[in-house]
């Protein structure tokens, strides 16, 4: 059964940063294509961004050129780093593996201004 477990979200400044994590556990991490998402209050889930098993990189386009996604296959570990967050980056970020319904509960963000 796969599992994903994401971590280090938390109360932030506006202008600062936080790496999130996502711990993958029963499956072969290595091969699956790894997605981001976030929830605003009242709004869509949408993508922040995927990295594929080779560690290509595609993002959304609220997140292009404010994100960075990267993995460790050998800890079945994705990460996202944000940097300069504003206020309107408060939201719940899921982990996915892409092509499945396997979502993580999330981490909450929120951002101060």
């Known amino acids: 059964q796969v599992q994903l477990v994401e971590s280090g979200g938390g109360l932030v400044q506006a202008g600062g940063s936080l790496r999130l994590s996502c711990a993958a556990s029963?499956?072969?991490?290595?091969?699956?294509?790894m997605g981001w998402y976030r929830q605003a209050p009242g709004k869509q889930r949408e993508l922040v961004g995927i990295i594929t098993s080779g560690g290509r990189t595609t993002y959304g386009v609220s997140a292009k050129d404010r994100f960075t996604i990267s993995r460790d296959n050998a800890k079945n570990t994705v990460y996202q780093e944000m940097s300069s967050r504003k206020p309107e980056d408060t939201a719940v970020y899921y982990c996915r593996v892409c092509g499945t319904n396997h979502w993580g509960k999330g981490t909450q963000v929120t951002v101060s201004s």
């Open positions: 029963g499956s072969t991490f290595s091969v699956n294509v």
